[in-house]
Nanobody
Framework: QVQLVESGGGLVQAGASLRLSCAAS????????MAWFRQAPGKERKFVAFINWSDSMTTYADSVTGRFTISRDNAKNTVYLQMNSLTPEDTAVYFCAAKGAGVRSSAYDYWGQGTQVTVSS
């Protein structure tokens, strides 16, 4: 059973940066596509970023392109989300997902518990 544990969330001011981490265990991390999603209060979970297992190709939601960067360290079984120029619209619970593809949350098999990111204006 794959376990994913996110960390790095917090309360920051607009314009600040945060780096989220997602540590994986119990599976073959270096063969899993990984993604980040986020869910704001009262809204559905939305795709943020994706990185594949074979060549670390990345894909981003339009709303974060140019500000967020997803990366992975297979030696540490960890995927990261570097978030720059944060705005209040980025406030959400951020979830790490594994073993899936694309932008639909239903396509992913494993999920972390989430980490809260709050951006004040």
């Amino acid at each position: 059973q794959v376990q994913l544990v996110e960390s790095g969330g917090g309360l920051v001011q607009a314009g600040a940066s945060l780096r989220l981490s997602c540590a994986a265990s119990g599976g073959t991390f270096n063969r899993y596509n990984m993604a980040w999603f986020r869910q704001a209060p009262g809204k559905e979970r939305k795709f943020v970023a994706f990185i594949n297992w074979s060549d670390s190709m990345t894909t981003y939601a339009d709303s974060v392109t140019g500000r967020f960067t997803i990366s992975r360290d297979n030696a540490k079984n960890t995927v990261y989300l570097q978030m720059n120029s944060l705005t209040p619209e980025d406030t959400a619970v951020y979830f790490c997902a594994a073993k899936g593809a694309g932008v639909r949350s239903s396509a992913y098999d494993y999920w972390g518990q989430g980490t809260q990111v709050t951006v004040s204006s």
